[in-house]
């Protein structure tokens, strides 16, 4: 990999996906207020197995839970009070098509994508759930099955930091032949499990036809959120023309008026709402927006 790629907001870094954990659960602990509706309704799995506070026996406690220790040093019955567990699958689906490998400020798109999904991740596991991915590469796939604990984000992280550099390796040897969105996200059915949730974070750009139907089958058996990666740095150039190069090697040049944009917080995709995100952003911002938007207790 050239120097180039290596530079910090192109490359993908294990090290910094595996730090946001402590960015993601800080952001938990603040106040925050939904922008976006609607919820995930989880099946429960029994109280769990942590503790979570020691309290006086009243009638009707469950014996079994009796704090031997609490109770024999103040000579009063004591039960233990634990975590209640979720069974929350949460399959990541990163896009990582060539569309994605640009940034003007902070990072690339596709780094701001995959910080995103990492600190979905960690909450996730901090919530007793479960995380797997889905990457979108320009010729190809990533898959991770879905797994709980910390040894699920770190597969998931992973296989984030391998999908990223084999997206870089393919743009850099001229081998792009990107599929629309829509049809990149094959197979996505099979790995994610009947009533999980399906977060997609993307540009949204060469949807494709199909994504609005996907998307409305998906919605069947799981629940399908939207994460739009932009950058709005590119709505803050200076007026003039700038050369690009597409996708398909073509080249051409854009006018912008220099008219600075207004950034909104949600937008609609598909007729969904999908949460917007900008890869200038910081990782604490990009956090707080995140949890938000996706609180613990969300529910329909």
């Known amino acids: 990999m050239t120097a180039a790629l290596r530079a910090t907001g192109v490359a993908l870094e294990a090290a910094s996906l595996i730090a946001l954990r402590q960015v993601a659960l800080r952001s938990r602990a603040e106040p925050v207020l939904a922008a976006l509706p609607g919820g995930f309704a989880t099946r429960r799995k029994g109280h769990g197995h942590e503790v979570a ?53 902070r990072a690339f798109r596709s780094v701001a994508a995959a910080e995103a999904l990492a600190l979905i991740g960690w909450q996730g596991v901090s919530e007793g759930g479960r995380v797997g991915l889905l990457a979108l590469t320009p010729d190809g796939q990533v898959a991770v099955s879905p797994r709980g604990r910390v040894r699920g984000v770190l597969d998931v992280i992973g296989g984030l930091v391998r999908a990223h550099e084999q997206a870089l390796q393919s743009v850099m040897a001229g081998t792009v032949a990107d599929r629309s969105l829509d049809m990149a996200m094959s197979g ?3 790995l994610a499990p009947l ?96 949890a938000a938007n996706l609180p613990a207790d969300r529910a329909p």
């Open 188 to 190: 996505l059915e099979r």
């Open 53 to 105: 506070d020691v309290r006086e026996y009243v009638s009707g406690d469950d014996i079994r839970h009796l704090d031997k220790g609490t109770t024999a040093r103040t000579g009063a019955l004591h039960v233990r009070q634990f975590h209640e567990e979720r069974d929350r699958v949460t399959l990541l689906v990163a896009d990582f098509r060539s569309s994605m490998l640009w940034g003007i400020s």
């Open 195 to 290: 009533g999980s949730e399906v977060i997609i974070a993307s540009g949204f750009d060469d949807m494709g036809q199909g994504m609005e139907q996907r998307l409305a089958e998906l919605a069947r058996r799981r629940v399908p959120r939207l994460i739009r990666i932009t950058d709005a740095a590119a709505g803050k150039l200076p007026k003039g023309r700038y050369p690009i190069r597409l996708s398909d090697g073509r080249r051409l040049r854009v006018s912008l008026s220099g008219h600075a944009q207004t950034q909104h917080e949600t937008e609609t995709i598909c007729g969904r709402a999908a949460l917007l995100i900008d890869a200038g952003s910081g990782v604490e911002q990009t956090a707080r927006l995140l």
